[in-house]
């Protein structure tokens, strides 16, 4: 079903966003060095809701001179100082959550209950951070020489270079920044250029939670290559965070090699959805949906491959279909939408792409399948039939509302399905046989499974990805470490 109305709520005035068009740095809102600006584009209406400043080389720079000048005084305040500006942090999102919510859906589309649930999660990290940040211990013990005694002392690694996707504009930027404060880091958050504006209001809610000059920077560009370059060899930058697709992240680790810059990157996903016969089935369409839906299939975590067993196939299709096909789709303000527009008409446009691909080596088109006429970056959900093995969304991340089906029949078969991939984000397995379900995670190459569920990001689990799904993780105790740097003290007894 598709909806086109629009709610009141469908401006930055009317849902209180007071937009500056600013970089943030040092504490101020300036307008770039070369007085430029990027346009914000509604996805639902393909209309300009803002623009902001767009960075040169020269005011990344003025960022790390910003970062640096605030770094010592940063990493030495009182942990329990840092802790508790997180916490407020946490607080004043939770205040403020009706209005970041309908701002993601205003600027990235998706439904405002995604957007709900997002801006839930992203204010955890600064919770779970705050908490973090007074639990940072080190280690002792003594040299089995009997020669002196190990002490292990954890330190802020330094300046972070933060750079962050669309898809989850708040979560993405709190999962770094949170413990990088946390660990005593000071930061430049270079948001995507689709979805500038949240990163904004969090630099506007981290300074009303007492964050000093200097401590968070945000700059967007439309010359990411060039002012993250810059950034990435200034020697004062120790660390680079980036969220985003597998070909940028190799990019950046290659260029972050000149400086040797400590690296946590979590990058694209291939998840493999596995039904076995002795599914629930009503838990598994259920978890089916989250994992393929959430954020109409926008998410590194989505499901991409669905594997179901030959005996529950044909049920398994019927009742997925009859869930996809009574989506409302429609803008993401509105508050019946399940299904927003994709981000650009560009990502439309590559999911067009691939189901065709898929269609024309032999899978068959279930349900939806045909680009939206209208305006704004819509696309159906979507269920293919018999997706070959060789269809290119079989190796690609579709990033869209498209679930496609494959059939097997035995576990080994299964398990060479789901590894034939070089991702290894994430994967979901449903069977009532706990014992099957937890040989077969033990054998799937990824970073985390889902058993039984569609979801399981949580601030308080270690998230990322084996292969070349990523390195390091966030969240969980993890999170803070890719932000801390072990120091050896040997010490004369
Ligand atoms: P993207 O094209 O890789 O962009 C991500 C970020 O990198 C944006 O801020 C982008 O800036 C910037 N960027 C692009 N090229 C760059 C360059 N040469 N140098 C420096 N920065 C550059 O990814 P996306 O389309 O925004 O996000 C979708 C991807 O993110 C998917 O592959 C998804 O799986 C992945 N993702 C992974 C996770 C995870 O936790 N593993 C979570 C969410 C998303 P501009 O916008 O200015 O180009």
Not at 112 to 139: H, Q
Not at 440 to 468: C, T
């Amino acid at each position: 079903m598709n909806i086109h109305s629009l709610p009141e709520t469908h401006s930055l005035e009317s849902i209180g966003f007071h937009h500056r068009e600013g970089l943030y740095i040092n504490r101020e809102w300036r307008a770039a060095a070369g007085g430029e600006t990027i346009q914000v584009v509604d996805p639902s209406t393909e209309t300009v809701l803002a623009h902001v400043a767009d960075a040169s080389v020269e005011d990344g720079i003025a960022a790390v001179d910003a970062a640096s000048a605030a770094a010592d005084s940063w990493r030495n305040t009182a942990p329990r100082t840092r802790s508790e500006i997180l916490r407020r942090a946490f607080e004043l999102m939770n205040a403020r959550a009706e209005m970041l919510a309908q701002l993601i859906s205003l600027e990235n589309g998706k439904a405002l209950r995604d957007a709900r649930g997002e801006v839930s999660y992203a204010a955890e990290f600064f919770r779970w951070n705050a908490e973090e940040a007074v639990r940072i211990k080190g280690d002792f013990g003594f040299a089995p020489s009997g020669a002196n005694r190990i002490i292990v002392d954890y330190e802020p690694i330094g300046i972070a270079l933060l750079i962050t996707p669309w898809n989850f504009p708040a979560a993405m930027a709190t999962r770094k920044i949170a413990p990088a404060l946390a660990a005593g880091c000071t930061v430049i958050l270079k948001p995507a250029s689709e979805t500038p504006l949240t990163a904004y209001a969090l630099a506007a809610l981290l300074e009303e939670a007492g964050v000093p000059p200097g401590v968070v920077n945000v700059l967007t560009t439309s010359k990411a290559d060039d002012v993250t370059g810059a950034i990435m060899r200034d020697p004062r930058v120790r660390k680079l965070s980036f969220t985003g697709s597998t070909g940028v992240g190799r990019h950046l680790l290659a260029k972050a090699a000149h400086s040797v810059l400590s690296c946590s990157m979590e990058l694209g996903g291939n998840a493999p959805l596995i039904v076995f016969d002795d599914a629930d089935l009503d838990v598994a369409i259920e978890g089916a949906m989250v994992a393929k839906m959430r954020n109409a299939g926008e998410a590194c975590t989505a499901a991409n491959r669905l594997y179901v067993h030959e005996e529950i196939y044909d049920e398994f299709a019927r009742r997925l279909v009859a869930r996809m096909d009574t989506l409302v789709v429609g803008p993401g303000v509105n508050p019946e939408t399940e299904c927003g527009p994709m981000i650009t008409r560009k990502a439309v446009e590559k999911i067009d792409h691939l189901v065709s691909d898929a269609v024309s080596r032999g899978a068959k088109r279930i349900c939806g399948g045909e680009i939206t006429a209208g305006s704004g970056y819509f696309y159906p959900p979507t269920v293919l039939g018999d997706v070959s093995l060789d269809a290119a969304m079989a190796h690609e991340e579709i990033f869209g509302p498209v679930a496609p089906l494959t059939r097997f029949s035995s576990e080994e078969e299964l398990i060479n399905l789901a590894n034939n991939t070089e991702y290894g984000l994430a994967s979901y397995i449903f069977s009532r046989d706990v014992s099957r379900a937890m040989r077969v995670a033990r054998r799937i190459e990824s970073g985390m499974v889902a058993i039984n569920r569609g979801l399981m990001s949580d601030p308080a689990a270690p998230f990322g990805g084996v292969k070349q799904s990523g390195l390091g993780r966030e969240g969980g105790a993890h999170g803070v470490l890719e932000y801390l740097e072990a120091k050896y003290l040997a010490v004369s007894i």
